[in-house]
């Protein structure tokens, strides 16, 4: 009896402790989430250089505005970028390259990204800006401490996306005020349903999570979202130069 009994004991002090692991598995997830929240922060403050340029350098705004081939330029370089990540997502995870394919696709968003924001006051540039940051700490939050699960809601915003993207194009050919407020708002309201989607993805414990190996992957869907936010409210509330 006494033999079986320390048998018993030496088992129970061998078998795994599931609190040990979902400890490491939480410390795992919060090393990722700091890495991807601290890519995001890179790309924010360069696209907020490039902005700060377009509203202070009058030569650098005069570039912008009259330059039509170095527009067209940087509007390529991100496109490039997401068929080069959608034949070999594989790319995102090799390092250097993939933060080299980070850098370039920022620097190229954050031209166009000024080139639009060289058509406004600096006034309302700013007051988008700080709207811009108010919403996405706000979704943030939400984000996180909601019960609801956005994560399966994924292919609703797509379907919504494409939506709004056929508008858009419809109002290159006719130019209604009130269609295109209207698309204007559904476009915010889609980007606010992404940064909750997005943000849910990265902090996992949901029905999907991103895999903690597409940490670039993940900011930059995050840092989209919030770029477009921002485009969409400035061209709400923005008032042109």
């Not at 527009?71 to 080069?84: H, N, Q, R, S």
């Not at 889609?190 to 597409?214: A, H, N, V």
Request: aromatic letters at 18%.
């Amino acid at each position: 009896m006494e033999e079986n009994e320390d048998v018993n004991e030496l088992l129970l002090n061998k078998a795994p402790d599931n609190s040990d692991n979902e400890k490491i598995e939480e410390s795992i997830r919060a090393s990722f989430i700091a890495k991807v929240y601290s890519i995001l922060l890179f790309q924010l403050i360069i696209t907020s250089f490039f902005v700060i340029l377009s509203l202070y350098s009058p030569l650098y705004r005069e570039i912008l505005q009259n330059s039509v081939f170095l527009y067209y330029f940087f509007l390529i370089i991100p496109f490039v970028c997401l068929i080069i990540m959608l034949c070999n997502p594989n790319l995102l995870r090799k390092v250097p390259l993939n933060y080299f394919i980070l850098i370039v696709f920022t620097i190229g968003i954050s031209y166009i990204v000024s080139y639009i924001t060289s058509f406004y006051t600096p006034g309302s540039v700013l007051f988008s800006l700080i709207l811009t940051f108010v919403m996405v700490i706000t979704l943030i939050l939400y984000a996180k401490y909601t019960k609801r699960d956005f994560t399966i809601y994924g292919g609703v915003l797509f379907v919504f996306l494409t939506c709004i993207i056929f508008g858009s194009f419809f109002l290159l050919f006719f130019n209604i005020s009130v269609f295109e407020f209207i698309i204007t708002i559904c476009t915010i309201i889609c980007f606010s349903g992404y940064i909750i989607y997005d943000t849910q993805l990265i902090l996992g414990k949901r029905s999907k999570e991103f895999s903690i190996d597409d940490y670039i992957l993940a900011a930059l869907n995050l840092y989209l979202d919030i770029v477009n936010l921002f485009i969409e409210i400035l061209s709400l509330f923005g008032e042109r130069n």
